[in-house]
Structure formats: structure tokens, C-alpha cells
């Protein structure tokens, strides 16, 4: 029973929850600072980030200036 809630709030934490705008704001002021993808996963262990979530929010830092507003011409909001 505990082995299955364990892996409940594996997946839950792994796949379910998004990176909340905070959260986004907090690893473009580490890329700014010269973090890079693996390096902010490691401040935030915590967080179970994945790394092609954090190289995506870095992609769009370094395309558009800014990890929470996307390209224009995305069709996300």
C-alpha cells in the first residue's frame, strides 16, 4: 500500500502538476544569472523538474525575453 502511494505522488509530481508562473519567473532570474538547465534542477530538487521543461523555459527566455510570454503567433493566449 505505501509502494503504491509512493508511486501515486511520483506521478503526480512527474507528469501532472505544471511549472507555475512563479516558479517560471524564479528559473529565468537563475538563467539570467548564468545557471543552466541542469544546474537550476539541482537548486530545486524539491520540484522534480524535467530537464526538457527547463531547456524549453530557457529556449523561450532567450527567444522572447521573458519565460512566461510565448512567441508571437503561437496561439497560446
Given at each position: 500500500m505505501i509502494l503504491l502511494i509512493q508511486f501515486y505522488c511520483y506521478l503526480v509530481?512527474?507528469?501532472?502538476?505544471?511549472?507555475?508562473?512563479?516558479?517560471?519567473?524564479?528559473?529565468?532570474?537563475?538563467?539570467?544569472?548564468?545557471?543552466?538547465?541542469?544546474a537550476i534542477r539541482?537548486?530545486?530538487?524539491?520540484?522534480?523538474?524535467?530537464?526538457?521543461?527547463l531547456r524549453t523555459i530557457c529556449h523561450r527566455v532567450d527567444e522572447t525575453g521573458s519565460a512566461v510570454t510565448h512567441r508571437a503567433g503561437s496561439g497560446i493566449g
Amino acid at each position: 500500500m505505501i509502494l503504491l502511494i509512493q508511486f501515486y505522488c511520483y506521478l503526480v509530481t512527474r507528469w501532472l502538476i505544471r511549472v507555475s508562473n512563479e516558479d517560471k519567473m524564479r528559473i529565468h532570474r537563475l538563467y539570467e544569472q548564468g545557471f543552466g538547465a541542469k544546474a537550476i534542477r539541482a537548486s530545486y530538487p524539491v520540484k522534480h523538474w524535467s530537464l526538457n521543461t527547463l531547456r524549453t523555459i530557457c529556449h523561450r527566455v532567450d527567444e522572447t525575453g521573458s519565460a512566461v510570454t510565448h512567441r508571437a503567433g503561437s496561439g497560446i493566449g
